[in-house]
């Protein structure tokens, strides 16, 4: 079993800790660490696999990718959260010996993948705010220390929590390169996954589910998205 980062530093009052869905990304991309490395061959003609999480958190998929399943990746991140920034960055600090003392490795604040040049990321990991509520939540200003609205936002999905993710979604084609471009999202029941599948299958995409598994009375389920 590979060993889950630490995140000993981690802010739990204004960052996501990891939990369920956290630790079922670690063990679903631990499952399929030969799928990806088989996409993602070292040394490769494309040069290393540009992988991005988006709405990283505590950085612990980001640095779980970068140690043990695409060493040599340049790994990057991104959160609205200034907060989650400064937590990816003392996460990858905590597990520097595992990867490569965090060579290849960065974190931008910005929404989604706003930042990301068009066409770049090989591999694209969403752990999104999937819990439905009818409003997407207002963002803490970032020097308010007083507001936990930043794990709201860390949570909340909006209309069926899926708000959010279907911005990304709709995105998926500006975001991925166009010859090895795959992204893998984590959804609950709750988020009809089935259907969402189904709507980006009739655009064309391939889709297929990773793996699921109940987590207390929910079932979240991460799925994969591709071209190719």
Not at 53 to 76: D, K, Q, R, Y
Not at 124 to 135: A, R
Not at 215 to 227: K, M, N, T, Y
């Amino acid at each position: 079993m590979i060993p889950t980062p630490t995140t000993r530093s981690l802010d739990i009052t204004k960052v996501y800790e990891p939990y369920e869905d956290s630790f079922l990304f670690l063990d679903l991309l631990e499952q399929e660490k030969e799928y990806l490395t088989n996409r993602y061959p070292l040394p490769s003609s494309y040069g290393a696999p540009v992988v991005l999480e988006v709405g990283t958190g505590s950085g612990i998929i980001a640095t779980f990718i970068n140690a043990h399943i695409l060493p040599g990746s340049i790994t990057l991140a991104t959160d609205i959260n200034v907060h989650a920034c400064r937590a990816f960055a003392a996460t990858v600090a905590e597990n520097s010996l595992a990867c490569q003392g965090g060579r290849g490795m960065d974190v931008v604040r910005a929404s989604l993948a706003s930042a990301i040049r068009p066409h770049a990321v090989d591999l694209l990991v969403f752990n999104p705010p999937y819990v439905p509520e009818e409003v997407v939540p207002r963002m803490p200003a970032v020097d308010d220390d007083a507001d936990d609205g930043w794990l709201d936002l860390a949570l909340v999905g909006g209309k069926d929590g899926m708000e959010v993710t279907w911005l990304l979604l709709d995105a998926l084609d500006d975001v991925l390169s166009r010859e090895r471009g795959c992204a893998m999202i984590l959804f609950c029941k709750r988020n009809n996954p089935e259907q969402v599948a189904k709507t980006m299958e009739e655009r064309g995409w391939k889709v297929a589910l990773v793996g699921e598994r109940k987590a207390g009375w929910e079932v979240l389920s991460i799925w994969r998205f591709s071209r190719n």
